[in-house]
């Protein structure tokens, strides 16, 4: 039943998405895709994302590194631009029916959380526009992360290592866009309510927690 309701979610994205594929390049695309054909890797992490040196702007580097991915590959067709946006899309559906089903474990929340999420219209702008990536690689890794911090079991031998996985991706979902920054609160909002009452959990507890907000204090520092 569970894979059911899955395939069923991750139908629903893909058939939203589908018309997006006729969609060229709109209004703000030109200018990014320009600003990521003459950044270098090494500039990514040092300028904005349209790469000026200065402190204004947005730091998104994971964008535009997504960017130059696209151009590599489909060079000028926005067709390939929109085949990217269009699996981040189907991808964030999964992570969120994945990440449903280990806070409520039944059969028919993830499916209809899952699906609300697939179908809703405030994703339009962000899957029909190019531009838009930058909410689909923020949700992507912010979503990764809280699947991947609520298995992290640091009794195993390999919980070190999951620990330092959702660090990782957490600092790629905040290098996406600046709505991630939420993420250390969520962090701790989603423990709760997945693990409130495990013994063995609380003695990580708050170490977790800040590594969180050091993380984002980081990334706030690197802006």
Request: hydrophobic share 50%; proline share 4%; net charge neutral.
């Amino acid at each position: 039943m569970k894979w059911i309701g899955l395939i069923f979610a991750l139908s629903l994205a893909f058939i939203v998405s589908i018309p997006a594929l006729n969609v060229g390049f709109i209004s703000d695309d030109y200018v990014l895709i320009e600003a990521a054909k003459n950044q270098t890797l090494g500039s990514l992490l040092t300028t904005n994302w349209l790469g000026e040196s200065d402190n204004g702007g947005f730091y998104r580097p994971v964008s535009i590194l997504s960017f130059k991915y696209d151009m590599a590959f489909h060079g000028t067709n926005p067709r390939g631009y929109h085949w990217t946006n269009l699996w981040l899309h189907v991808f964030a559906v999964l992570l969120v029916f994945l990440l449903i089903q280990r806070i409520r474990d039944d059969d028919l929340t993830p499916t209809l959380a899952a699906s609300f999420f697939a179908v809703h219209p405030i994703h339009t702008e962000t899957i029909y526009w190019i531009s838009g990536r930058t909410d689909l690689l923020s949700a992507v890794f912010y979503l990764l992360t809280l699947n991947i911090f609520l298995a992290i079991d640091p009794r195993k031998k390999q919980g070190c290592l999951t620990g330092l996985l959702a660090l990782f991706t957490g600092f790629l979902a905040m290098v996406s866009k600046e709505m991630a920054y939420t993420l250390p609160f969520m962090i701790v909002a989603v423990d709760r309510l997945d693990r409130p009452r495990d013994a063995w959990w609380k003695q990580y507890r708050t170490q977790h927690y800040l590594s969180y907000f050091f993380l984002l204090a980081s990334v706030l520092t690197l802006r």
